[in-house]
């Protein structure tokens, strides 16, 4: 998979989607309507928001501790932000998508993300496994329920992901792949903005 999202191949050829759809990454995204979805009770680690400041250019600004908690809709806004400034030339959707990609990096950089994914080095069905267990750590609300976990597929259902499920999170999913090299897709089935399944596919050998 390169930086646009484009295959060498095609992972789906010849397979069901089963009612699971690729995604259009111009779609709009109702910003003010995404937020005000997000219960007040969510919470967030401050690694994130770190890290975002980092790309931002702002990283004098140090109140944010990273295992402390921080509302998920201020983060959401922050990662509004570093998308529309990293990538003013594609639709905000992409840009979410792509600092989704920045999670997983984060997360190793952190000592729970060492001690939780650093011992699967790029075994991708390994690090699958460990998902559910990397969400709950770094926040409060949502979960993930990884469905299927075999050689060249995964399936993982998102459920009060309130985070933009469907960009933010496809990109955090995109970056363990790309984390492994792999080459591979997300496609998406929808049952809301904060509940979504990804069906993952990569090439093999």
Known sequence: MDRGGALSRDPWQGGSDEGFVAIDWSAPIDVAQRLAAVPDRAVVKGMFFRRYLDELGESGDRRYSSFKDYPLRDLMALQVRVARARHPDVPLREGLRRVGWLVFPTLLDSLVGRVLFGVL???????????????????????????????????????????????????????????????????????????VECACRWRLG
Not at 132 to 141: E, I, N
Not at 168 to 191: K, N, P
């Open 121 to 195: 080095e790029r075994d991708v069905g390994r690090i699958v496994s460990a998902v559910s267990k990397g969400y709950s750590l770094v926040q409060t609300t949502g979960k993930a329920e990884v469905l299927l976990n075999r050689p060249g597929e995964a399936r993982v259902a998102l459920r009060e992901m309130y985070n933009f499920a469907d960009c933010y999170q496809v990109g955090i999913l995109e970056g363990v792949m790309r984390h492994c090299g792999l080459d591979g897709e997300i496609r998406l089935r929808t049952q809301g903005v904060a509940d």
